[in-house]
């Protein structure tokens, strides 16, 4: 039978998150109920609960850096069982049978990967994600969390930190490799962290000083301030990659003539405006203009393996549930060092 699990609920652009329940299914045979105990706060759930994005069925659970214990198990589940710790990203299926599914990159699901919130699962439901006290996904879409990281810094590795580590590893990121990383958020943080830890030369270029010593703590070599405009100067033709994890608008030609030859600029923020760039920005030095998403579930899984063997978590700032919007004007202003994360025990 269908269970009712607390929850903080959207209900409209501009109403506050409030406390509700959302409807969880039984677990069919291949699926896994888990019982939450940390989910971390995105940005993206900021844009789906305000509506700035798609459109927006409300009410709406959102959340979808899920970090919990398996409290139940279907009859046919074989990768996972009770009590084993788990989480749940940023899509919860996907149609499993076009090229890039079976390839194991179901976030480019060419049919559409089932997202996590604000979507329509196999059944026919909305779904709804991990501001609540339980979830239930099917076993292929559930990833482990291994022991050498805390649940509460694993949870926003399910989003920021596969969001880093997946451009990272597909543009091969490594010793000899310069990379920048551009913002020093809750993305930016987790690319510094994985890049140094690949051992990448990395440099973090952020609009002031302020978070330099951050930055350097957490394995970045060099630290530049973007509002200094000899930076551009002293840095031009320097890097071999450059990810930028600001969803603010950037002068991208600005950007994109500090890459090296052959260089590449991924964008994983997702600025409000489209951009635009002069070709020669990109002619010059055969350079490169990307985007990424996050991984499919094989590389997320990776990426959690890489962490816990080289102990590597968010900064967080645990809170209860009753501090989500303050929390949500918190982020607004780049007032976190370095994710919040709220406590599903407190919802």
């Not at 609920?9 to 409807?23: F, H, I, R």
């Not at 630290?223 to 031009?236: E, I, K, N, Q, R």
């Not at 967080?316 to 989500?324: F, L, N, Q, T």
Request: glycine letters at 10%; charged letters at 20%.
């Amino acid at each position: 039978m269908p269970t009712l699990a607390k929850a903080y609920v959207a209900t409209s652009p501009t109403a506050p998150l409030q406390p509700g329940t959302v409807e969880r299914r039984e677990p069919g045979e291949f699926e896994v109920q888990i019982a939450i105990k940390f989910t971390g706060i995105c940005h993206s759930d900021i844009h789906t609960a305000r509506g700035d994005w798609a459109s927006v069925k409300y009410p709406v659970v959102v959340g979808h850096e899920i970090a919990g214990v398996v409290e139940a198990v279907g009859a046919k589940v074989t990768r996972y069982a009770m009590g084993d710790r788990v989480g749940v990203g940023c899509f919860v299926d996907s149609c499993r049978d076009c090229v890039n599914c079976r390839a194991g990159e179901e976030q480019h699901c060419l049919v559409g990967s089932v997202s996590t919130y604000n979507s329509v699962g196999r059944d026919g439901l909305p779904t709804a994600g991990g501001y609540s006290t339980s979830i239930v996904v099917d076993e292929n879409y559930v990833l482990g969390i291994p022991d050498g990281i805390s649940l509460h810094a694993a949870a926003p590795l399910l989003c920021a930190g596969i969001t880093m580590y997946s451009p990272l590893r597909n543009w091969n990121a490594g010793p000899g490799k310069r990379v920048a990383i551009i913002g020093m958020g809750g993305l930016g943080h987790m690319g510094v962290k994985i890049a140094a830890a690949i051992g990448a030369e990395v440099t973090v270029l952020s609009q002031s000083l302020k978070k330099q010593e951050d930055a350097l703590g957490l394995g970045a070599q060099h630290y530049y301030a973007t509002s200094d405009p000899a930076t551009f100067v002293v840095l031009a033709g320097h890097f071999d990659l450059i990810i930028n994890t600001v969803s603010a608008d950037i002068d991208v030609d600005q950007y994109l003539s500090l890459l090296a030859l052959d260089g590449t600029m991924v964008l994983v923020g997702l600025p409000s405006k489209p951009l635009s760039q002069r070709a020669w920005s990109l002619v010059a030095s055969r350079r490169n203009l990307a985007g990424s998403k996050m991984g499919g579930i094989r590389q997320t899984q990776e990426m959690l393996n890489f962490c816990a063997v080289r102990g590597l978590g968010a900064e967080v700032e645990v809170i209860p549930a009753s501090k989500i919007n303050d929390a949500y004007e918190r982020v607004l202003a780049s007032d976190v060092r370095y994710r919040f994360v709220v406590d599903a025990g407190t919802f």
